[in-house]
């Protein structure tokens, strides 16, 4: 089966770092673009980070400067890295493919930035 498992969030201080893991199982990602959402109670999901085939990355302008994307294909995985967290970024992290029309979601990871 097709999973991509989220994991490395937690509780952070403000102006800490985290870094996200998304590992896949049953698919190779190094195949697709894959994308970092993010969405809090209330607020709808937002796609705050993707990453080519190729390396090329873009940000949602809430998170550039602060977050990076990347990914290593020997270990199937892309990682969210980051920095100089703020309680705005509390919310629950998912990966995913942006350019695949019926991918499913995972559980996701929480991130809670608070003091």
């Known amino acids: 089966q097709v999973q991509l498992v989220e994991s490395g969030g937690g509780l952070v201080q403000p102006g800490g770092s985290l870094r996200l893991s998304c590992a896949g199982s049953?698919?190779?990602?190094?195949?697709?673009?894959m994308g970092w959402y993010r969405q809090a109670p209330g607020k709808q999901r937002e796609l705050v980070a993707s990453?080519?085939?190729?390396?090329?990355?873009n940000y949602s302008d809430s998170v550039k400067g602060r977050f990076t994307i990347s990914r290593d294909n020997a270990k199937n995985t892309v990682y969210l890295q980051m920095n100089s967290l703020e309680p705005e970024d509390t919310a629950m992290y998912y990966c995913n493919r942006p350019r695949v029309a019926y991918a499913a979601w995972g559980q996701g990871t929480q991130v809670t930035v608070s003091s």
């Open positions: 049953g698919i190779i990602l190094r195949g697709y673009t």
């Open positions: 990453i080519t085939t190729s390396g090329g990355t």
